[in-house]
């Protein structure tokens, strides 16, 4: 199989791509690995002894953070998200991966991939941790702000199946985020998908709390891009928050420091646990290839996660059943 690393897009490119390539092409020789760059960047990280299944693919432009996404992908076809993007259109590449501007990332899913035939919004799929390390598939977490009722039946569709290719499980439980359990409760939009879901060929549970999120009360989350997108930023954000105050606490006194010393192993599996690098590479599920979104702020060894998720779902032939599933609807 060959994946295409957008190797310029992230917050520490191109260190962790590089690093996260040759731990991936040393772990699995029978993966090509195509970075996607500029070369006299590439080269010196990459050092005399690069892996063979390891090539540079040459780009001279970037897509920046702060670049309009849309904008962005139609005035630099060089860059190299685009052109990890156009490997997989052309057949050069089985999947791409990036950490760039995730608007842009959207924009390559649908000017350069296109949408998958049936599907009218693709959603944007990451892992969230739970605390039995299963974690929770969650879409849309931010490739669309808003969302119809289909979309979400869609997204349900489409969440149930990666967790069923992917991840092995015969029957998910799909919920969808809501402010209530009860039927009746939500907004228009959730109302509306509620009845949809329940008609649907899946195993739909209802609807979902996000302080339940954690517990895996489901196994796909459904929701809009804008609510879905306002959970991610909370969870990390209360994550962060809450490992910072225990460090405070655990460090204002001698007596503390002790005990930190004796738990130490307990925090860091703790940590670990709700880590989003554990569970890095969430998919753009509905265009015509398969593109896995990796977070921004990726190290080497979340991106080697994003590259393992990658490579399951391509060994587990995601796209083309999802192709399969609508592509007569």
Known sequence: ?????????????????????????????????????????????????????????????????????????????????????????????DAMISAGNTGALMAVGLLVLGRMKGIERPGLAPILPTVDKTGV????????????????LQYALMGSMYRQKVHGMANPRVGLLNVGTEAAKGNELTKAAYGLLEQAPIHFIGNVEARDVLERNCDVLVCDGFAGNILLKAMEGAADTLFGVLKGELTSSWISKLAAAVLKPNFRRVRRMMDYKEHNGGPLLGVSGLVVKSHGSSNAVATWHAIRQTRVAIGNGLIPALADEFGGK
């Open 137 to 152: 598939l969650a879409l849309d977490l931010g490739a669309n702000m808003d969302a119809k009722p289909e979309h979400l």
């Open 1 to 93: 199989m060959r994946i295409a690393i957008d190797a310029m897009g992230g917050d520490l490119a191109p260190q962790a791509p590089v690093e996260a390539a040759i731990m991936a092409a040393k772990e699995w020789p029978d993966t090509q690995l195509l970075l996607v760059g500029k070369p006299d960047v590439l080269h010196p990280l990459l050092g005399s002894d690069k892996p063979s299944n390891i090539s540079i693919v040459e780009t001279d432009e970037t897509i920046e953070a702060d670049d309009e996404p849309v904008r962005a992908v139609r005035r630099k076809p060089n860059a190299s998200m685009v052109v990890a993007g156009r490997l997989v259109k052309e057949g050069e590449a």
